[in-house]
């Protein structure tokens, strides 16, 4: 190769950098779906949505970001950088343990904890072994309970590494990326005053439980039936949001 | 007492030297507007000269009465002991108006001390006289401003005292100045004058002229008045559109003269008169400025051009430099923006200075002058630096378009300072950064088409299984070695099992080759070492008599021992009967085994 050929994500960096931001996202798209897919290239491909004022498709690239790796510190400041910029606020649900809970998942990518679980579990196989075959009953003491310790531990990352693994893989929320959606209690566009409609905005994530096809609807031949902040359920059109 | 007189002539003498020492001028007191058919004087002043009197003008449409009159006028002034006269004649003539129009005065000389002085031209005009109105038909006389007897007291009409408003041109545009003035015409004297609510003029900037307050003659609407001006503005419109000047309050106090016949003559008496009146609500017509204004037209309308400086020219760090912009020219000079001038980072600039100096021209009809902004500029960085020129856009009204005067960049190089920089509160450097952080390079290597996810691979379940597995067969080996420990007799029948074999190692090999002789002797060497081992006895020590005593003091029983004893004597035989069958020596290989297996229980038990 006389000089190296530049990769479409490489093409949409210098595109961003250039302040283009529309071919940077046109670019990043098809580097996506040809070179295949990575958390640095979605953060960058939300960044340009950003700088193209599609708030809402930043708020789901990063997402994406994230999901393909937790630890992606440049993702997830930008992601609250945007969210502080939509309409909606997000509620904040969490209690202590939950958060906790959270910030371990987020603190390594599903892989990692998929290998920490298992050294976790050779080690808990080293302490059974030191309980069997020692002698010395100081060291017998410490294999029993560390070992006690280590099923614990192992048993929690093996559940962490699960979790995340199926987080990662689920598509299972979206994100509104029109100005503005309603919500109605039925999955058909209000048609009377009496249709109960709440207005959520572009930015906002919701997390789909159900969908169903509406062939009649002019509109949208897709109503997804989501949970808003894990607890209010409603119906909204499924081309006023995208998937993460 | 003489000599008090003779000083008093000197005094005298010396004030006539200064007299004369002045310098003489001749000139003609401007001549005011009068009313045809009246008498009016024309006078020419000479001051502190003699001279023949000049002859008398001609001027049209009018006839020389009388003249040359002269009156002389002397006056001394000591002030602070410093005297200064000065004398003066004054040469009047009396003319009839005949004709109305302007008359032109011409020059008029006088010689005077061997010099000719010359009075400037001048003109006035002689106005037609009152119009009759609809009061003569009555047989009511309207009262003329040029003839008192024609007052009556006590009777004001609204056409004898007015206050008129009105501007220079009926239509201008934006920023364009105009002149508005506001002028009293009456009939009769005023002896005050207040104004009770002034014009008020909206949507203008205004700027008030100078006026003089001497009064004139004036024709207006068929009628004689005494005029005089109130105020003079000249005015910026601010906006487009019709903009209209409310109409003022005035209360007036006016004199009227009373004729009062005394029998043989008669007199005037003055009566006095409250009138309230109001001016006309004037308005004028402002043109918006062309659409579209260009880009960086902030309002100036004029005629203008720019001038920057900079000083000291050579820039250093921390020292104060001064970058001026002025603007010269006429318009609005004095409603100007101050130029937005940006200054590249690195170089603090501080609140702007602006100075306008403007004046009148034209009469007032204008203002010219400077608009100077001066921006105290301090380097911080030694580099070198552009500060951008600012064009300025105006409207030229004559042309009736924008122009553009382009300002160049200004290159400057700022040298290092002496003085130190100043102390500066320290600012948190990312509190003002509001902004998503910039992206990542993008990485081919890194973008892999299908994720794959440790957890799902059953690789991985498999190494779980994997590792369980070796700690169950370590487990499983483990609990066989303590069994096998625990199994006494078998591990000391193996053990015997294991001696006999390694010493019938080579007996084994040579039974296996069917070498009889060898084998033969192989066994019997094996059993006596191992016998001599065992028992710790020299092989001298053993012989073929006292090996089964000493086996069995050792705890051997009889029966072993013969059989020991039989195993060695067959062997013996063999050797002298060539020909054995293989069926023996592996008899004998088994019984030598055995024996060994028996010996070697003996000691364990």
């Known amino acids: 190769m006389a000089a190296h050929a530049a990769s479409l994500g490489e093409q949409a960096d210098s595109a961003y950098n250039k302040e283009d931001y529309r071919s940077a996202i046109e670019l990043y798209r098809s580097s996506i779906e040809n070179e295949g897919r990575s958390s640095d290239i979605y953060y960058n491909l939300a960044n340009a949505y950003y700088r193209a004022d599609k708030l809402g498709m930043a708020v789901g690239n990063y997402e994406r970001a994230l999901k393909l790796d937790p630890t992606n510190s440049d993702a997830r400041a930008n992601l609250e950088f945007v969210r502080s910029r939509i309409q909606d606020r997000p509620e904040d649900d969490s209690a202590f343990l939950s958060n906790v809970h959270h910030s371990l998942l987020s603190s390594m990518k599903a892989n990692s904890w998929a290998w920490f679980s298992f050294a976790m579990f050779a080690l808990l196989l080293g302490a059974v072994a030191v309980y069997i075959f020692s002698t010395n009953v100081a060291f017998r003491k410490a294999g029993f309970f560390g070992g006690i310790v280590l099923l614990f531990v192992f048993a929690y990352s093996l559940v962490v590494a699960l979790q995340s693994a199926s987080m990662a893989k689920s598509h299972e929320e979206a994100v509104v990326i029109t100005p503005s959606t309603q919500l109605s209690s039925t999955p058909r566009a209000s048609r009377t005053a009496s249709d109960k409609v709440v207005t959520i905005h572009e930015g906002t994530k919701v997390e789909i439980i159900d969908s169903i096809a509406t062939p009649d609807d002019p509109v949208s031949p897709k109503w997804y039936n989501v949970k808003i902040n894990n607890s209010a359920k409603a119906w909204l059109r499924a081309s006023d949001v995208e998937r993460i | 007492m003489a000599k008090k007189r003779f000083i008093l002539f000197i005094l005298l003498a010396l004030t006539v030297c200064c007299v004369w020492a002045q310098q003489p001028s001749f000139s003609l007191l401007t001549p005011r507007n009068v009313v045809e058919g009246r008498n009016f004087s024309l006078t020419f002043r000479l001051s502190d000269g003699d001279a023949n009197p000049p002859s008398a003008p001609e001027l049209e449409g009018c006839t020389l009465l009388y003249g040359p009159a002269m009156s002389t006028m002397q006056s001394t002034q000591i002030i602070n002991g410093k005297m200064s006269s000065s004398s003066s004649v004054d040469y009047s003539f009396t003319y009839r108006a005949d004709r109305a129009g302007t008359v032109e005065v011409p020059k008029v000389s006088v010689s005077c001390q061997g010099r000719t002085l010359s009075s400037r031209p001048a003109s006035f005009q002689i106005l037609p006289p009152d119009r009759p109105s609809q009061g003569a038909a009555q047989g009511q006389r309207n009262p003329r401003a040029d003839e008192p007897s024609s007052q009556t007291p006590g009777r004001v009409s609204p056409d004898d005292l007015l206050v008129r408003v009105f501007f220079s041109k009926n239509s201008v545009y934006e920023q364009e100045p105009v002149v508005a003035t506001i002028k009293v015409y009456t009939k009769y004297d005023i002896s005050s004058f207040m104004v009770t609510t002034q014009p008020a003029f909206e949507g203008f900037l205004t700027e008030e002229l100078p006026v003089s307050l001497e009064s004139s003659m004036e024709h207006y609407n068929g009628q004689n008045y005494h005029t005089a001006v109130l105020k003079r503005l000249l005015l910026y419109p601010q906006k487009a559109g019709k903009l209209s000047v409310n109409s003022g309050k005035y209360d007036v106090t006016i004199v009227q003269y009373e004729q009062v016949n005394h029998g043989f003559f008669r007199t005037a008496r003055p009566v006095e008169m409250a009138v309230t009146t109001s001016s006309n609500a004037a308005s004028l017509t402002v043109k918006e400025l062309p659409a579209p204004k260009p880009a960086g037209f902030t309002g100036a309308v004029g005629h203008f051009t720019v001038e920057t400086s900079l000083d000291p020219e050579l820039m250093r760090t921390n020292e104060a430099s001064t970058y001026t912009y002025t603007i010269k020219g006429r318009g609005n000079i004095k409603f100007l923006a101050p130029p937005a001038v940006e200054f590249p980072a690195g170089i603090d600039s501080y609140t702007p200075k602006t100075e306008i100096d403007a004046s009148l021209i034209g009469g007032g009809t204008n203002m010219a002058g400077t608009y100077r902004t001066e921006y105290t500029i301090v380097p911080q960085e030694v580099g070198n630096y552009t500060i951008p020129g600012v064009p300025l856009v105006y409207f030229d009204v004559e042309s009736g378009e924008y122009k553009t005067v382009e300002v160049a960049d200004k290159p400057i190089k700022v040298l290092r300072g002496s003085s130190a920089a100043p102390a500066v509160s320290q600012e948190a450097i990312d509190s003002s950064i509001d902004d998503i952080l910039h992206i990542r390079r993008s990485d081919m290597s890194e973008q892999v088409a299908d994720i794959s996810y440790t957890v799902e691979s ?148």
């Open chain 2, 458 to 605: 059953p690789l991985y379940w498999f190494m779980y299984i994997l590792a369980a597995a070796i700690l169950v067969g370590v487990l499983v080996v483990y609990r066989r070695n303590i069994r096998l420990e625990a199994d006494v007799v078998g591990r000391k029948l193996a053990k015997a099992g294991r001696v006999a074999s390694k010493r019938l190692k080579d007996s084994k090999t040579f039974m296996d080759s069917h070498r009889n002789d060898e084998f033969y002797a192989s066994i019997a060497k094996a059993l006596w070492g191992y016998i001599s081992d065992k028992l710790s006895i020299s092989p001298s020590g053993l012989t073929r008599d006292n090996v089964a005593d000493k086996l069995n003091a050792y705890g051997l029983s009889g029966e072993d021992a013969d059989k020991v004893l039989e195993i060695l004597d067959r062997c013996e035989m063999a050797r002298f009967t060539p020909n054995s069958s293989d069926a023996e020596m592996a008899d004998i290989y088994a019984k030598a085994s055995e024996a060994i297996k028996s010996i070697e229980d003996v000691k364990k038990r």
